[in-house]
Nanobody, 127 residues
């Protein structure tokens, strides 16, 4: 049974930093694509960072240069380092696993490629 458990969400001030973690079990972690996805209040889920089985990374323009996705394959942990947080980063953050990550021509993560999801962790950026 696949389990993805996010942690690290918190309330922070604008300009602050956070690191989210996603502990994975029940799947071949080193062989899957992983993504971070967020859902702001009242909006749809948005995938913004992916890391492939070979370590290739890609980011949405909204987080490029501020967020870093990484993974510890032996430990089956996915990370998201977030810096220079903005109020518009307020959302529930999810990790997701799938086979064959893809992005649309418009620069969006194809969420349908991810079959397993965690329950999410809340990040609130406010002064």
């Amino acid at each position: 049974q696949v389990q993805l458990v996010e942690s690290g969400g918190a309330s922070v001030q604008p300009g602050g930093s956070l690191r989210l973690s996603c502990a994975a079990s029940g799947l071949p972690f080193s062989s899957v694509s992983m993504a971070w996805v967020r859902q702001p209040p009242g909006k749809e889920r948005e995938g913004f960072a992916t890391i492939n089985s070979d370590g290739g990374k890609r980011y949405a323009d909204s987080v490029k240069g501020r967020f870093t996705i990484s993974k510890d394959s032996p430990g089956n942990i996915l990370y998201l380092q977030m810096t220079n947080l903005k109020p518009e980063d307020t959302a529930k953050y999810y990790c997701a696993a799938g086979y064959g990550a893809s992005w649309s021509l418009e620069g969006r993560v194809e969420l349908a490629a991810y079959s397993d999801w965690g329950q999410g962790t809340q990040v609130t950026v406010s002064s």
